[in-house]
């Protein structure tokens, strides 16, 4: 059995992309899991409400194919998170696809793993797109950019195609 692990914040993660993400993943064969800073109870912006199987810290990565980072104003904390960076960049080391989608590239480029790669994010008045360029990112724009293994969307109205594009890589 495939499986993905998708990463949610406990409070404020974006409920339509993680519900279009999990869509994505399960259409193609994903048993899923779902992680959090702690596991239990995760709240969504729009009033979703999931639970988190396993805590950050107890995440590893070699028992996934799949890694993806869900957005919502919750995912800002996880830019700093030592255990959202240790996993990223455990992803790509273990040869895993790697995605995120909103401001959650954040998480991506604070981790190191964006450098020299096209990516994209959700923008606010430039200051997303900046920091993925700080971090050596080259920022598209685009609604979801694909660059090996990963795969970055920036925001809700993207959610669809990058469940669908991450689910088939």
Same mark, same amino acid.
């Given at each position: 059995?495939?499986?993905?692990?998708?990463?949610?914040?406990?409070?404020?993660?974006?409920?339509?992309?993680?519900?279009?993400?999990?869509?994505?993943?399960?259409?193609?064969?994903?048993?899923?899991?779902?992680?959090?800073?702690?596991?239990?109870?995760?709240?969504?912006?729009?009033?979703?409400?999931?639970?988190?199987?396993? =805590?950050?810290?107890? &995440?590893?990565?070699?028992?996934?194919?799949? $890694?993806?980072f869900? !957005? +919502?104003?919750? %995912?800002?904390? @996880?830019?700093?998170?030592?255990?959202a960076?240790?996993?990223?960049?455990?992803?790509?080391?273990?040869?895993?696809?790697?995605?995120?989608?909103?401001?959650?590239?954040?998480?991506? =480029?604070?981790?190191? &793993?964006?450098?020299?790669?096209?990516?994209? $994010?959700?923008?606010? !008045? +430039?200051?997303? %797109?900046?920091? @993925?360029?700080?971090?050596?990112?080259t920022?598209?724009?685009?609604?979801?950019?694909?660059?090996?293994?990963?795969?970055?969307?920036?925001?809700?109205?993207?959610?669809?195609?990058?469940?669908?594009?991450?689910?088939?890589?």
């Amino acid at each position: 059995m495939k499986r993905a692990l998708i990463i949610i914040a406990q409070q404020g993660y974006q409920d339509k992309e993680y519900a279009e993400m999990r869509s994505g993943l399960e259409s193609g064969g994903y048993e899923i899991i779902v992680a959090s800073i702690e596991a239990g109870k995760c709240a969504g912006k729009f009033g979703g409400l999931e639970v988190a199987e396993v =805590a950050l810290r107890d &995440v590893d990565v070699s028992l996934f194919d799949k $890694v993806a980072f869900i !957005g +919502g104003p919750g %995912a800002v904390a @996880l830019a700093d998170d030592e255990d959202a960076k240790r996993i990223a960049r455990d992803t790509l080391k273990f040869g895993k696809k790697l995605g995120a989608i909103c401001i959650a590239p954040t998480i991506l =480029a604070r981790a190191g &793993v964006l450098k020299g790669k096209r990516a994209t $994010v959700w923008d606010s !008045g +430039g200051a997303q %797109a900046q920091l @993925l360029q700080s971090e050596g990112a080259t920022y598209t724009g685009e609604s979801v950019t694909v660059d090996g293994d990963i795969v970055t969307a920036n925001g809700p109205q993207a959610a669809e195609e990058f469940g669908r594009v991450f689910a088939s890589l």
